[in-house]
């Protein structure tokens, strides 16, 4: 029996209303899934891998209470999505942000399967967070809250069960607050966390593993041409943790970093961002809206995202759908020649289907993001082991990992007048691992 791709979609459609952003990112990637199964796994229609795979095993939902600065009680909601368990322990980050809901926190469990599957490390997949707004908030705040959060998700996770770790809004400050509270109600010292500082059981390169991974990635593609990222023009969306080690590493490559931005616009510096102005930017925190008092080659784009400036590879690291059709036109139209995703799911079905038919290289954030995930999973064996690999150990490490990913990629992605589809191959290529897996353990 063959699938029918409509059919599906309204199926995921109907059992997930109000899911906008979960029913985007399974419908994009059953383009790519449903045609590879029809033609070379039908049995996998009998089985309901793919309605299987849609369901998370486990959702939490969860009351967090919290005292602010003036003795006022907040209330937030926490979440864990427990996806999917098939190859490996549950595992990906917590966002603290007022978008949070479960579409978005389904939508990133999702894509999670497919990246951990990529790196060929034991891992399955989650995604948790609450609607907190670390925004404006004291660091007494933030900890209660952390805190508070941990006080009902210890229950659910464990070192060999579900193993959280950073994303939006959830940096090395607030790992830490969360572990040590882990800490304090288990009275265990264990790798259940990653991203943890250095000096308590983190690892080498974790902070800048999904920017550093993100321009390995990017450099295979160049590599693919025979050509490299020298002198290359580079706009990146956001100035978080992924944006500005994105950034570093782009200038250590040669290339020519012209724009940062934040939700508040989008700092354009003609002259190219070095290391001693990302330092300038570092001091700033995210409130790089002031960096042109300091370098008056750099103008702040009120309002505006980093698309419409000409450049040959777009990097969006902020968000998701912060790329739009009409910004992907724009893109292209500048001569824009690769789009490569820090961010999940930055590209909106449009935006990416422009880039698909200009023939330009689009590497999908599932793929080209994976080296966050990939170096929490070598922080996972450095627990487990009480080892601690240097810095250059696990740089190469993630490097080897990113080519592996590049190469599954390829050889699913690559059509036939020799267009790499990166899209279609990384759907294709974490899919499959999970499928197989799931029809080797039974229905459980
Ligand atoms: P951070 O919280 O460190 O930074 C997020 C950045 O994006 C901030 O500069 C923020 O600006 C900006 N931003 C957020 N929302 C918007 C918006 N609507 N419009 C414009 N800018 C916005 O997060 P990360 O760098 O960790 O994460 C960024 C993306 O990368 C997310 O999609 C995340 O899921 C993904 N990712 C992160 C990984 C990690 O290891 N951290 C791993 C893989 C993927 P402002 O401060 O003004 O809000």
Not at 142 to 160: A, D
Not at 195 to 218: C, D, H, M, Q
Not at 292 to 302: E, K, M, R
Not at 372 to 382: F, K, N, R, T
Request: overall charge positive; glycine content about 10%; proline content about 4%.
């Amino acid at each position: 029996m063959t699938i029918h791709l409509k059919d599906f979609i309204h199926y995921v459609t109907e059992l997930n209303q109000n899911q906008p952003e979960f029913i985007q990112s399974v419908s994009n990637f059953s383009e790519d899934v449903i045609p590879f199964i029809n033609e070379q796994y039908p049995n996998f229609e009998k089985l309901k891998i793919l309605e299987r795979l849609i369901e998370p095993e486990r959702i939490i939902i969860f009351k967090i209470t919290w005292m602010d600065d003036l003795n006022n009680i907040q209330i937030n909601r926490g979440y864990r999505v427990q996806m999917s368990s098939i190859i490996g322990p549950y595992k990906g980050g917590l966002r603290f942000s007022p978008t949070v809901n479960l579409s978005v926190l389904k939508f990133l469990a999702f894509e999670q399967i497919f990246k951990n599957a990529l790196t060929g490390i034991s891992l399955g997949a989650a995604k948790g967070g609450s609607d907190f707004n670390p925004k404006n908030k004291t660091d007494n705040e933030i900890m209660r809250f952390c805190q508070s959060f941990m006080n009902e998700l210890y229950r659910h996770i464990g070192s060999q069960t579900d193993i959280p770790a950073g994303d939006m809004g959830v940096g090395q400050r607030e790992i830490g607050y969360l572990f040590g509270q882990y800490k304090k109600l288990r009275n265990q010292f264990s790798g259940v966390i990653t991203g943890k500082g250095k000096a308590w059981g983190g690892s080498n390169i974790r902070p800048e593993a999904t920017g550093y991974g993100l321009l390995y990635f990017v450099e295979l593609i160049y590599k693919e041409q025979n050509s490299t990222l020298k002198n290359k023009i580079i706009t990146i969306s956001g100035a978080g943790n992924v944006a500005y080690y994105a950034a570093e590493k782009a200038i250590q490559l040669g290339a020519k970093v012209v724009s940062l931005s934040n939700s508040k616009g989008t700092l354009y510096d003609p002259e190219g961002l070095d290391s001693n102005k990302l330092k300038r930017i570092a001091a700033l925190g995210k409130d790089i809206d002031e960096f042109p008092l300091h370098y008056s080659s750099a103008q702040f784009l009120t309002k505006q995202k980093p698309w419409s400036i000409p450049c040959d590879i777009a990097l969006p690291c902020a968000t998701e759908n912060e790329i739009t059709e009409k910004d992907a036109l724009n893109l292209v139209a500048n001569g824009c020649k690769c789009v490569a995703e820090g961010a999940n799911m930055p590209s909106t079905r449009e935006a990416f289907k422009v880039f698909i038919n200009a023939g330009i290289n689009y590497a999908p954030g599932k793929a080209a993001n994976a080296g966050g995930v990939v170096v929490s999973g070598l922080e996972m064996s450095q627990n487990a082991t009480g080892l601690r690999w240097t810095n250059d150990n696990v740089d190469d490490k993630l490097k080897g990992i990113m080519e592996s990913i590049y190469k599954t990629c390829t050889k699913y992605g690559t059509e036939k007048g020799g267009y790499i589809n990166y899209l279609k191959g990384a759907n294709i290529g974490g899919f499959i691992k999970v499928a197989q897996a799931m029809q080797a353990q039974g229905i459980v």
